[in-house]
């Protein structure tokens, strides 16, 4: 498990085979966030496809080397979709990861997210904290598709969480990503949070299901519980550096993308901070 001193030699790698391998990653998700993580893709360094009709979703997940899909703005032609990608991507061993976005307050989504993890095994589960908490059966205080204040991950309560997350990971075989002012990242037998990041990514819609994207760009050509650490500590560091220019949602969604695009090694390195479980 990476620590920050080990930092360049697991996860940098994983920058430099993106950019290189430019893989095609293949995104399921919905018109309010679309343009964004079509955008994250590229300017990580891979390409990308948004493929939605039932009769093409197949083909093209065919062609690609991950396969990510989110839970918001459901519609019945898209989950179909995503079952027929799913179901696609699992006999062609690509790894998929799934966003629950929405599924602590819609009992449509969350039968849908129970049903999609059951037959396709996504090798990452992604939500925020009241939506894992609703997968792993605890208790939740989710407000609309918004994370309940009590159930937010801390550096004060990370430990506690990531036990119950990492039971429900065992159970599932997937790496189980639980987002908030901390990410914790748990698998089994192993678990780690990372505490990079800003307020403003809160603030700004779209960016929970960016950091699925992110993370589903590094599982193709990495392992998922790496992938996943590098996903959330690339968005962290790169929220924190749009942040220091100032607090304006407008412009900081603009130099998100600027240092997303121009984030180098080092700062990777030096600004990660993953907190171990003791």
Avoid: W
Avoid at 8 to 18: F, K, T, V
Avoid at 48 to 66: K, L, T
Avoid at 75 to 89: I, V
Avoid at 206 to 219: E, H, N
Wanted: aromatic share 2%.
């Amino acid at each position: 498990m990476p620590n920050n001193l080990s930092v360049a030699a697991d996860l940098i790698p994983l920058r430099r085979r993106i950019e290189t391998e430019k893989p095609l990653i293949h995104c399921l998700s919905h018109p309010i966030t679309m343009n964004d993580c079509a955008n994250l893709v590229l300017a990580v360094g891979g390409t990308v496809s948004m493929a939605s009709h039932c009769r093409e979703v197949e083909e093209v997940v065919s062609q690609a080397r991950a396969l990510a899909v989110n839970l918001g703005n459901i519609t019945d032609e898209r989950m179909e979709a995503m079952r027929l990608a799913g179901s696609r991507a699992a006999s062609l061993g690509i790894p998929t990861l799934i966003d629950v976005t929405g599924i602590s307050t819609s009992t449509l989504r969350k039968n849908f997210a129970v049903d999609f993890i059951s037959a396709c095994r996504p090798c990452v589960i992604k939500g925020n904290s009241s939506e894992i908490l609703t997968l792993a059966g605890l208790p939740q205080h989710g407000i609309g598709i918004d994370a309940g204040a009590e159930d937010l991950p801390t550096r004060g309560n990370y430990e506690e969480k990531m036990a119950a997350l990492t039971a429900y990971a065992t159970k599932t075989t997937s790496v189980v990503v639980m987002s908030g002012p901390v990410d914790i990242i748990a698998a089994a037998g192993a678990g780690c949070a990372v505490a990079n990041g800003t307020p403003l990514l809160a603030r700004l819609t779209g960016t929970g299901c960016m950091l699925g994207v992110l993370i589903a760009v590094y599982t193709a050509v990495g392992t998922p519980f790496r992938a996943a650490i590098l996903g959330t500590v690339t968005l962290g560091i790169a929220g924190e550096i749009a942040a220091a220019a100032g607090p304006g949602l407008g412009s900081f969604h603009s130099r998100l993308f600027d240092a997303l695009s121009t984030l180098t090694d080092e700062q990777i390195c030096r600004g990660a901070h993953i907190l171990q479980a003791k």
